[in-house]
């Protein structure tokens, strides 16, 4: 007989598992970023897939077309999801996993945990919320190694640390961020029905990426592999010009929208600035603010409206001190927790010892969507597109944050690193270091390329035998020397 406590637990699991009944799931979206080709390979070989990323960057609907995919391979009954951050459970259980485990083991799976033999795929949405989970989720883990676990969250360093302490070795992480421009000519493709097309954008992006890689693990770069790279680019240039007018027209859209699923499907600007506005004060009052305990979120929401001003510049955290009337310490732990929601990110200035490094601890910030910044810079609309300064800090911005995927492509790690250069005589935007080697990425959104717009990535290549660079353009392609001028469209598809 079913208590009451029963009852509600099974009627709020109910809610949350549809397809035990319907066996399938209710309105998914259809189109799927590359992430989920990743987890779809990843699900039936992990015990434990985190998917952690930023509010509303679509890590929901990732589990959820994981869940679709499975019904069709399995017996919706071998599939629990848990919403971590439901005030119903959470009111009703201490102990929210286990309580909802061990009912769903009862009534809906109906198998004892110790003889379970086929895989059972448990999800939890916002994991984070709930006290403990990882200890659960391992000794869950322990009893049954065929019970295997999805969870999702919005806090990076706190799910990442818990996960690496638990699961060493059997735990896969992927970090979901905004739609990448790739994704974005995916999705209109897609929404177009023009699916040819996305074969075409996706058929050399790998060859590139192997190339460029290549080329960064050279030893002695000379200029026929630097010719034979550019050669990659000239194939993928060439068969994309057909598309210029279409892809540029979307740029436009991502310098001023950014990447946020809900912000790319869209199509009023007004609607999109509540959007965002919500979205970022939810992760300041409430995400933040109940992971740290801060007390003065407004002061958080000044500290962000001076970063977005200064994106891709060095910060002046003294300055801000003055301004906002905080301590310094205090200043330096808050650019802390909004990196750690995925909001922002920074870039040291490069040394090839890493001590020195250490001693250098000016660092240059970056808003990790360049849609957010414009909502919180209150330049969300196409007047931004002829400021020019403004657009240098947007183009600067979004290759960086590109810059990031691309290096986690070329060497897998959970944080990868960007920096910058600067001495008394010049400062390059992006050094992006493999094995290493640091290579020089100067971002120069104008019409025309000089000399003197090359001299300080000559200067540094030759210093610090870095074989070759690249320059970021607004529309030049070629090569000048040892330098590789890119289009800034070209370059982030191969990101």
Partial sequence: ?????????????????????????PYVEEFKRLDFRFLKSRVPEKEIISIIGARQVGKTTLMEQLIELLIKQISPNRILMIYG??????????????????????????????RIQKSVYVFIDEVQK?????????????????????????????????????????????IVVP?????????????????????????????????????????????????NFFKLFDKEYKQTLIFEKTVKKLLDDYFIKGGYPAIIKEPNLRRCINILTTNIRDVINTDIKNVHKIRESYTMEKLLVLLSKDTSENINIANISSI???????????????????????AENYRYSKVNRLKKKIKKIYLNDIGLRNVINNTFDESILLNQREMGKIAETIVHNHCIRLKFKISPQTNPKLFYWRDDEGEIDIIFEHK???????????????????????????????????????DTFGIDDKILMLPIWLFLLVC
């Fill in 130 to 174: 709930i006290d403990n989970w990882f200890n659960i989720v391992k000794d869950y883990y322990n009893i049954n190694k065929n019970i295997k676990f999805i969870v999702s969250g919005s806090s990076s360093v706190k799910i990442l640390e818990e996960s690496a302490k638990a699961f060493v070795g059997r735990a896969e992480t992927q």
């Fill in 436 to 474: 290493n080697k640091p290579i020089p990425i100067e971002v120069k959104y104008k019409n025309k390329i000089g000399g003197d717009d090359l001299k300080t990535i000559r200067k540094f290549i030759q210093n610090y035998k870095s074989g070759f660079g690249l320059c970021i353009t607004k």
């Fill in 85 to 114: 951050d439901n005030t119903e459970l959470n009111t009703l259980s201490k102990n929210v996993i286990k309580d909802c485990f061990d009912i769903y083991e009862r009534f809906i799976l109906k198998e004892e945990i110790t």
């Fill in 1 to 25: 007989m079913v208590n009451d406590f029963e009852g509600d637990i099974i009627r709020i699991l109910s809610v949350f598992n549809p397809w035990w009944e319907t066996r399938k799931i």
């Fill in 324 to 346: 906002l009337e905080m301590d310094i310490k205090t200043i330096s732990q808050y650019i802390e927790y909004l990196g750690e929601a995925f909001i922002i990110s920074t």
């Fill in 179 to 227: 739609f990448k421009f790739l994704e974005l000519i995916r999705f209109h493709n897609f929404r177009n029905k023009r699916v040819a097309d996305d074969v075409i954008f996706l058929e050399n992006i790998s060859e590139i990426r192997d190339g460029l890689k290549k080329l960064m693990e050279t030893r002695k770069v000379t200029k026929r592999h630097i010719f």
